[in-house]
């Protein structure tokens, strides 16, 4: 397959803290990547020196052959915390077209954007919700139109960190089943703590502390069976 994420040597501090060291990593077309590891560890850290959100005090990362921060509309993002003023007058819908918005003329969205808009909140299953105001969503509900705004653009990577947090299993699966059908044009990085999840659903792990190394994930059970992995995976 086809190699589009190329990290290498690549080492980040916070001031003086160093959290990430000497990073190799390749991410191939397609790929279906789990990132799991410690807090602190770096998980978040690495998905926003790949999206261009940070850029590494050393080493480089190419993404299709270019500085993240050069094509982030290749992007979709779902991050694991989200602060909106819930009072802003914003509907589910126009908040989904958010997701849109570099493609939008002055802000304006055409019809055929709109009907994308709303058929992928009604597979989510927010239909009730479109003309409602997002601020009056629950958790659950958040984290299923910002995935929503993430994918409506069909980003060649989507990122996702904790995505199916505060989300009931039913939920949980319409997501997944709408993951799986993206993962066929899109590459697909998750962060979860959730092990049973990560070890179902994904095609690789990548286990982040400080560094990263890469597994299948049969090998992450062989690993926590023999007892190698200790510390809560809890970002």
């Given amino acids: 397959m086809k190699k589009i994420i ?23 077309e397609n790929d279906f990547l789990g990132i799991i590891g410690p807090n602190g560890g770096g998980k978040t850290t690495l998905l926003k020196l790949i999206m261009g959100i940070y850029a590494p005090h050393s080493g480089k990362i190419k993404v299709f ?6 094509i982030r509309e290749q992007f979709g993002y779902v991050p694991q915390a989200y602060n909106i003023d819930k009072s802003f007058p914003i509907t589910t819908l126009e ?18 954007q ?6 992928i909140l009604e597979k989510l299953g927010l239909n009730q919700y479109i003309e409602k ?6 958790g659950g509900e958040t984290q299923k139109a910002l995935i929503a705004r993430a994918i409506i653009s069909d980003p060649k ?26 993962n066929k044009s899109t590459t697909i990085l998750m962060v979860s703590h959730d ?12 286990t982040v502390n400080s560094s990263v190394n890469t597994l299948l994930p049969q090998e992450v059970c ?9 510390t809560p995976i809890k970002n």
């Fill in 6 to 28: 190329e990290i290498q040597k690549v080492s980040f501090c916070y001031k003086t803290k160093p959290v990430l060291k000497d990073v190799n990593l390749s991410i191939e």
């Fill in 65 to 70: 052959g270019k500085y993240p921060k050069d």
């Fill in 95 to 112: 908040f989904v077209l958010l997701g849109l918005l570099y493609k939008s003329h002055f802000g304006f969205f055409k019809k055929n």
């Fill in 114 to 119: 709109k009907d994308k808009a709303v058929h």
């Fill in 133 to 138: 105001p997002f601020g009056k969503l629950s």
């Fill in 157 to 182: 990577i989507l990122i996702l960190d904790e995505p199916t947090a505060n989300i009931d299993p039913e939920a949980e699966k319409i997501i997944f089943d709408i993951l799986e059908e993206i």
């Fill in 195 to 206: 092990l049973q999840t990560i070890i179902n659903k994904v095609k690789k792990v990548i």
């Fill in 222 to 230: 062989e690993h926590f069976a023999l007892g190698l992995y200790h």
